[in-house]
């Protein structure tokens, strides 16, 4: 008989979504056994459990009693009002969470045994996430809880580090300005873009040279453009341009004067 | 004798800046010829001229009249005033600037061979631009212009484009949202972080997935977050986190509110 390691530990996986979907996907690569995929629609459970040789199942009684670690990651909205019903009969185990802003003491009124497991990253089921080249943040409700999910989180990526709810709100925060509010800044860049007929393909080598200075380059250093110079002019004409999108000349107005504000003062 | 070729043509730069730096080494490694290098500082004008084995000038008296192409990257602000200096006795040449905003026209009054040479990119000194990645739009005010800003922009890469001097302001603002805008986001992710004592290159792998997504996706189709989630009680944390920072707190509301208004609209 082998010696038992962590991927023997049987674990289920509540939730189907673009989290669920990478995060089981590279547990099972990593040699886990995810024994069960429970979705609310069927065709979200199905397919993530032919990717990793999983049962699956849409109704929440019907969740395996069999998983020693239960990880979830449903939509941040409707957790707190499921967890009753998902611990029932299955209070034993260690359950984990996988959100930035929603705190470890969710658990705390129906287990004993909890945790969050917060891969920081942007994923979606059509490009699969490299979980080696990111940072995972953990909480755990008591030593024990935190050594399993060490040894979970380290199987997938060597940047692992221990922080307490609070931070790891403040820690989704910064994520959000760096990834969804980004995401958005091409969303619009790319809308403006549609009127000149050039594709958004033009615009990449940008969007990639941005990324890539801020590996060498602090992002306070890397800024260019009108708002740091100062070019009153060109702001105003780029505001004008955006006529009859008064959210948006709102929105290229406040950036603007953010970039100065916060570079110019240190 | 060899063929002539674009190469031979002598150019001379005028700007030491990011923009001014990058071009002028990136030709100087195709080939070209730079004459002088003028430059208001005498710092960044030898610096740059010990590049590329050019002189230079800090003196607009003493441009050099023995160039063929004078490539012009002053600040926006500044380069309509200075441009009855900069021509006299050079009005044959063929002179062009690199701004994405200013019109071509701006040449007009003074001159009769004049274009725009917009190299759609972020420039800093520390960290050298690959060309060959990057799109350039062209415009001239004549067809021996255009063929002569072709064969100088072709050398660097193969994506050349014609665009007259609207749509290039069109891309310009364009550029500013996937640029500028995007890096100021990097800026508040980084000091929203600096609070928690987790270091900013935790962030670089979600800055890099974000940016590598939209080389697969639509940016619409790959935004993710609270925002385009509706989910009010995360938004409303996270305002409330910005607290003491009220330029803050308003732009996390209007972007959420942008990604909401554009996210279900298509």
Redesign the interface.
């Known amino acids: 008989m082998k010696n038992r390691s962590i991927q023997d530990i049987p674990i289920a996986i509540v939730g189907a979504g ?1 989290l669920a979907y990478n995060l089981a996907v590279a547990l099972y690569k990593r040699g886990f056994r995810i024994v069960q995929v429970y979705s609310r629609t069927e065709k979200a459970a199905c397919e993530l459990a032919g990717q990793i040789e999983s049962t699956w199942t849409t109704d929440i009684e019907q969740i395996t009693p069999d998983a020693s670690i239960y990880i979830v990651a449903l ?3 409707v957790l707190p009002g499921l967890i009753p019903r998902l611990v029932k009969d299955r209070e034993k185990a260690l359950w984990v969470h996988t959100a930035g ?1 929603i705190p470890m003491n969710i658990w705390k009124e129906n287990i004993t045994r909890y945790g969050v497991l917060y891969p ?5 089921k ?2 699969e ?1 490299d979980f080696k ?3 995972i943040f953990i909480e755990g409700s008591a030593p024990e809880e935190i050594q399993i999910l060490q040894a979970v989180a380290r199987s997938l990526t060597k ?1 692992v ?1 221990e ?1 307490d709810s609070e ?1 790891r ?25 549609k ?4 594709p ?1 393909d ?19 250093d ?8 100062y ?1 009153k ?2 702001i105003n ?2 505001i004008d ?2 006529v009859g999108k008064p ?2 000349q ?2 290229y107005r ?2 603007s ?3 100065n ?3 110019h003062k240190s």
């Open positions: 673009n939509k941040d909205e802003s920081m990253q942007t994923f979606s059509q490009h996430v080249e990111l940072s940047k580090y922080i931070r709100k403040r820690l989704h925060l910064a994520a959000v300005f760096a990834c969804n509010f980004t995401n958005h800044m091409y969303t619009l860049s790319s809308d403006i873009l009127e000149t007929g050039i958004f033009a615009m990449l080598p940008l969007i990639d040279e941005t990324a890539r200075k801020v590996h060498a380059l602090s992002p306070a890397a800024q260019t453009g009108p708002a740091i110079r070019d002019s060109i004409e780029h341009m955006l959210y948006l709102e929105l406040l950036i004067t953010s970039i504000i916060r570079n």
